[in-house]
């Protein structure tokens, strides 16, 4: 459904202890984000934005607080469960594309329904049309060495879409591109957010984050702005 909050964070803190002295990554930080908005999250290297991240897309639980996704309470699930939930809520997109070097990139797309028991047959079928509507129909035996940067992360992006997820969360998705590459793949999210999907940007880059219709800055662990193209607003 349109417009229901698909995220809600409360109160969520995450600490770690790194010899002997805690460190607090992130300090009660609460945000919703709702189906089909396009969101970056923009911050410094120990800003806590890659923390958040991890909580975002169930890689890490955090020390208190409370996260609802998608009607579902992610602090209370246990390991198995969160991998369960990331195979069908998430995909995810990486700087370096995460491609497997040894697999067409037919078979790594195909990889996540693998996790998800679809059978063979549908599976090829998904993923052939994945790579189609991205434009990598003749590309689909090839390896990620025979393909360009660029080719690559769309790779990845249908990887990430094939099992129809709610959600795409990109680090830093054009970092390894070329500003012209870097701009088609922005388009591409765009053209996604249009089709109702939720899309976050994890990111440093300014320009980057320019392209989204809503800005969440963070800094020391605190979300310190949060704004989008209509207006802007000050956390305190």
Known sequence: MANETIIELKEITRSYNLAAEPVHALQGVSLSIKQGEYVAIMGTSGSGKSTLMNIIGCLDKPTSG???LDGQ??????????????NRTIGFVFQQFNLLASMTALQNVMLP???AGISAGERKVKAELALKELG?????SHR??????GQQQRVAIARAIVNNPRILLADEPTGALD??????IMGLFNR????GMTVIIVTHDPETASHARRVIKVRDGKIQEDSTREARHEIN
Do not use: K, Q
């Not at 990598?136 to 689909?140: D, P, S, V, W």
């Not at 990620?144 to 940067?149: H, I, K, R």
């Not at 996604?192 to 089709?195: G, R, T």
């Open 144 to 149: 990620p060495n025979e393909l360009s940067g």
């Open 179 to 184: 500003s012209t590459t870097s701009r088609e």
């Open 113 to 115: 329904l693998v996790y």
């Open 136 to 140: 990598l129909e003749g590309r689909i």
């Open 66 to 68: 409370t996260y609802i």
């Open 73 to 86: 309470d992610i602090v209370a699930r246990s390991d198995d469960e969160l991998a369960t939930i990331r």
């Open 192 to 195: 996604l957010v249009d089709e």
